[in-house]
């Protein structure tokens, strides 16, 4: 018998006949060759099928509502007009909500990704509101909330915490953390925080759900990428990430530009931010600068992720 039919033989001993009523995955584990159940797709309202049906009607809606309202043109008048504003409401809550509870899902089907770096053992029941979940969305948004006096200086520090959520403790945390912690920032330490201070109310929780949204979807491509990586080199698959985090996390917020602003306005801004040397501080623009803060904000989860871990893990 060769290995590929002892593994399957194995696998057919670890979950038998559940496979037929529900989805499982295993990990081989690489010492004594033997398969680990690391996620079981509990049955429940919400399951893949719907998430991604529910991301692909947001995503068409908020597509059709962009051609139809055109925020490039003239008709929906200055900067931050109403119209912009629920544009803007629009691709939060119709795209990015459904985007966000999607890889949030995702994520929490994998119990050694939930539970504690160090502490996962065959069988464990995690929850994604567990005591050690609850203290790191406290951590995270406490950091971030703080993290909006970096803003008033122009640089990305949020994106250095939020990043470093990511890859210490995933989709859940930093989807939530950034949540409280932005709310806080824009209301008591940075008002005017990317919604200018016309629409600083009415944006609120648009631009909030909107990033949060991003953050759930990088926690699980770190994970899936980085941490689960086996024996593949980890400086390659830490760039993967960084690139993969990047373009929707640059992505999102460079739709905003153009949704929020006249054409006029958006195309000086984004030359601003995105193009002109010495536009921003530190010479380099805005978000050149958020590119090198969430890979460093990753290296630090990381690091803290192997030293929570203590080198231990309990699935072996």
């Known amino acids: 018998m060769n290995f590929s039919q002892t593994c399957e033989n194995q696998k057919k001993e670890v979950y038998g006949k559940r496979y037929i009523k529900k989805r499982t995955v295993l990990k081989l584990n690489q010492k004594d060759k033997k398969w680990r159940v690391i996620m079981s797709e509990k049955k429940g309202w919400y399951n893949e099928k719907l998430g991604m049906v529910l991301f692909l009607v947001g995503l068409a809606i908020f597509v059709l509502a962009f051609l139809v309202m055109n925020p490039l043109g003239k008709g929906m008048g200055p900067s931050e007009s109403g119209s912009r504003v629920l544009l803007l409401n629009i691709m939060a809550f119709v795209f990015c909500a459904p985007w966000g509870a999607y890889w949030m899902w995702k994520f929490a089907q994998r119990a050694d990704w939930m539970a504690m770096p160090g502490r996962f ?6 929850k994604p509101f567990s005591p050690y979940a609850l203290v790191g969305m406290a951590i995270i948004g406490a950091l971030f909330a703080a993290a909006g006096f970096g803003d008033l200086g122009g640089l990305d520090v949020q994106a250095m915490v939020i990043s470093a959520s990511a890859s210490l403790f995933g989709s859940i945390v930093s989807f939530f953390g950034l949540f409280v912690g932005q709310i806080i920032a824009r209301i008591f330490i940075n008002p005017v925080w990317s919604g200018g201070s016309s629409t600083a109310v009415s944006t609120l ?26 024996d593949k080199p980890f400086w390659g698959r830490f760039v993967v990430a960084v690139l993969l985090t990047e373009v929707v996390h640059q992505g999102w917020w460079f739709t905003t530009y153009w949704i929020m602003n006249t054409r006029e306005a958006a195309i000086t801004n984004v030359a601003a931010d995105w193009v002109v040397l010495g536009a921003g501080n530190l010479f380099f623009p805005y978000w050149w ?28």
């Open 121 to 126: 053992i065959k069988g464990m029941k995690t």
């Open 205 to 230: 929780v648009a631009y909030t759900l909107i990033d949060a949204s991003i953050w759930a979807y990088a926690g699980f491509i770190y994970f899936k990428y980085v941490v689960d990586r086996g």
């Open 289 to 316: 600068l958020s590119f090198l803060f969430v890979g460093v904000g990753y290296l630090a989860g990381e690091a803290a992720r192997r030293v929570v871990a203590g080198g231990r893990s309990k699935e072996e």
